[in-house]
């Protein structure tokens, strides 16, 4: 059974960082693109960053400049680090990847169970 399990989040004053990681555990044969979202209370749920399997990256306007996302594929991990935190980046953040269980299979989208990212003085 394929998990994916973010950790990293919490409280964290305006200015500050974080840095979050999503893990991936089970029998799989391939991740291509990883991603992080975010949903912030009342809203829709939106993406932050994604990272595909060759290292290439893009970012919500929101996050330009301030957040990086990177990746271990030797341990199936995408990271997320977070400075110059805003209030606005209040959020559940989610991560998600595409998976192929084992070669020739199809690309499923997985997600983990979200971590609470709270900045606040």
């Known amino acids: 059974q394929v998990q994916l399990v973010e950790s990293g989040g919490g409280l964290v004053q305006p200015g500050g960082s974080l840095r979050l990681s999503c893990a991936t555990s089970?029998?799989?044969?391939?991740?291509?693109?990883m991603r992080w979202h975010r949903q912030a209370s009342g809203k829709e749920r939106e993406l932050v960053a994604a990272?595909?399997?060759?290292?290439?990256?893009s970012y919500a306007d929101s996050a330009k400049g301030r957040f990086t996302i990177s990746r271990d594929n030797a341990k199936n991990t995408v990271y997320l680090q977070m400075n110059s935190l805003k209030p606005e980046d209040t959020a559940v953040y989610y991560c998600?990847?595409?998976?192929?269980?084992?070669?020739?299979?199809?690309?499923?989208?997985?997600w983990g169970q979200g971590t609470q990212v709270t900045v606040s003085s």
């Open positions: 089970g029998t799989i044969f391939s991740i291509y693109n």
């Open positions: 998600n990847a595409d998976i192929q269980l084992f070669r020739l299979a199809n690309y499923r989208s997985y």
């Open positions: 990272i595909s399997n060759g290292g290439t990256t």
